[in-house]
């Protein structure tokens, strides 16, 4: 029985898992969000902003990548940041 | 506990069963970057720390020292648009540690499997608050002194983690599976340092789920939650001891243009129990037999930061006051810990009052008056300065 139970519960996590990932989206103001815009409310959480100027395109490649993991930022949000640093240094 | 393994193994397959339809060919490039496309940066910081200890002295102790001082790079390599590492190494006081080497494959944009010794992804502090150019105090949030590492630590195991956007609200989480924490015995306490060395099958699971409620992603607040086995591997007493803790973690970042300032309020509460078990009385107070006790401590801290970040005058811009409350309960009847005046374990508190001069956004001074109240009415009181130099 705990058996069944066990594998009904995982069936039911990945369903329900899979349902929440693939319907994660944005809302059109969060998605009309600028990368400047996502620069200064997302670095500023956790530490003060560095200037695009700080790094070269390559590097802020890199720190965008770290920092996507660190911190848990969605990837839109990591590519948007980026090419923002990179465009402005 | 089969159900928060479960919890473990749903994310690994969704990983497979959602990630995008990709060819074998294009997978392969992905993961093998071609020679003098790997992108690396080392960054990091060093520092310098002094302690003048203020009361609670007599003729002969010191209390004035240049007490502190470290190198810490920390390396970071894009190896594919998939795949990356990251490392710190720690040098400082006459030791040497890797703090961390993770390897970490982005399976898609919701889900990364990271490997290795990894910071451990309970609460925020020790993965997002620690670094030393973000801590805004020459010390550190009051931690255990028994090992346990409830704000800060490492791991060695497996982490799958990720970001997800749910309308104006985001959301963020951390699953992993790690060697476990190990039981002293001989007196109940639960160290988390764990390397290489395991004293049982089992292994820690644990986690954390983040949310961020407001679309300006100004407020996170996330829950975190991690058990494992702390007994030794077929020990008849002690082997299905176990080691249970939890921690609400909340950070609020704003820029308040009425006060013209950015304030920071952060903090974590984190809870620990260990499993009822009975111990040898210790042989030097001459008693015999065995003894139990309730085995949890509590740890937390609060802290509040206040940066006039909007005012025009680069002086006062670049200063920051800010406050901290500490506090840590250990176990009532436990064999160790604070003790108040009865032999029994009491809470020690501990305020920090701090003021950071910014020379860069990762480069600053930082002074701070610390006072800290034991159990036993007794307190020391300390001013620390430290230098901070972002690499």
Redesign the interface.
């Known amino acids: 029985m705990k058996k069944i139970i066990s594998i009904l519960i995982l069936v039911g996590g990945i369903g329900l898992g899979a349902f929440t990932i693939q319907s994660c989206s944005t809302s059109a103001m969060v998605q009309a969000k600028s990368g400047a815009q996502l620069w200064g409310e997302n670095c500023k959480r956790c530490h003060n902003v560095a200037s695009p100027s700080d790094y070269s395109d390559v590097q802020w490649d890199v720190i965008g990548t770290h920092m996507r993991l660190r911190a848990n930022l969605t990837a839109d949000e990591m590519r948007k940041i980026v090419e923002f640093l990179q465009s402005a240094n | 506990m089969?159900?928060l393994k479960?919890?473990l193994?749903?994310?690994l397959?969704?990983a497979f069963?959602?990630s995008p339809a990709q060819d074998s060919k294009k997978a392969k490039a992905k993961l093998s970057p071609l020679p003098g496309t790997t992108?690396?940066?080392i960054?990091g910081s060093a520092w310098f720390g002094y302690q003048g200890i203020l009361n609670n002295t007599t003729d002969t102790d010191v209390t004035s020292n240049f007490n502190d001082y470290g190198f810490s790079p920390v390396f970071?390599?894009?190896l594919s648009d998939r795949l990356?590492f990251?490392s710190e190494v720690e040098i400082g006081a006459g030791e040497f540690e890797l703090e961390f080497a993770k390897l970490?494959y982005?399976v898609n944009?919701?889900?990364?499997i990271?490997a290795g010794r990894m910071l451990t992804p309970f609460g925020a502090y020790g993965?997002?608050?620690e670094?030393n150019?973000?801590e805004k105090f020459p010390n550190s949030p009051m931690e255990t002194s028994t090992g346990s590492h409830l704000h800060r630590g490492a791991i060695m195991g497996v982490d799958v983690?990720?970001?997800?956007?749910?309308?104006?609200v985001?959301m963020?989480?951390?699953v992993f599976i790690s060697n476990g924490p190990i039981l002293d015995q001989s007196n109940g306490m639960v160290q988390y340092e764990n390397l290489l060395e395991e004293n049982n099958n089992n292994k820690e699971l644990g986690g954390r789920i983040?949310i961020l409620p407001f679309?300006?992603?100004?407020l996170?607040i996330g829950f975190s939650y991690k058990r494992g086995i702390a007994g030794n591997q077929g020990d008849s007493v002690y082997k299905d001891v176990a080691a249970s803790a939890f921690a609400i973690d909340w950070?609020y970042?704003n820029d308040i243009s009425a006060i013209k300032s950015?304030i920071t309020f952060r903090g974590q509460y984190n809870s620990l129990s260990v499993d009822d078990a009975i111990y040898p009385v210790d042989e030097s107070s001459k008693a015999a037999g065995t003894y139990t006790f309730d085995n949890k401590q509590t740890l937390y801290f609060a802290q509040l930061s206040l940066r006039p970040s909007l005012v025009g005058n680069k002086f006062f811009k670049n200063l920051e006051l800010s406050f901290r409350l500490n506090g840590l309960t250990d176990p009532q009847d436990a064999a160790w810990g604070a003790k108040d005046k009865n032999g029994k374990g009491g809470t020690v508190t501990r305020t920090d009052l701090g003021l950071t001069y910014?020379l860069s956004?990762?480069t600053s001074l930082r002074t701070a008056y610390v006072s800290t109240a034991m159990p036993d009415d007794s307190n020391t009181n300390e001013f620390l300065v430290s230098f901070v130099y972002g690499l």
Do not use: C, Q
Not at chain 2, 109 to 112: A, E, K, N, P, R
Not at chain 2, 161 to 168: N, T
Not at chain 2, 215 to 218: A, G, P, Y
């Open positions: 089969k159900a479960h919890l193994v749903v994310p397959v969704l069963l959602i992108r690396m940066l960054t970071l390599w894009k990356f990251e970490s982005m944009d919701y889900i990364t990271g993965e997002r608050w670094p150019f973000v983690r990720g970001g997800l956007p749910l309308g104006s985001k963020n989480y951390v983040g679309s300006n992603s100004s996170e950070n970042v950015t910014w956004w990762k």
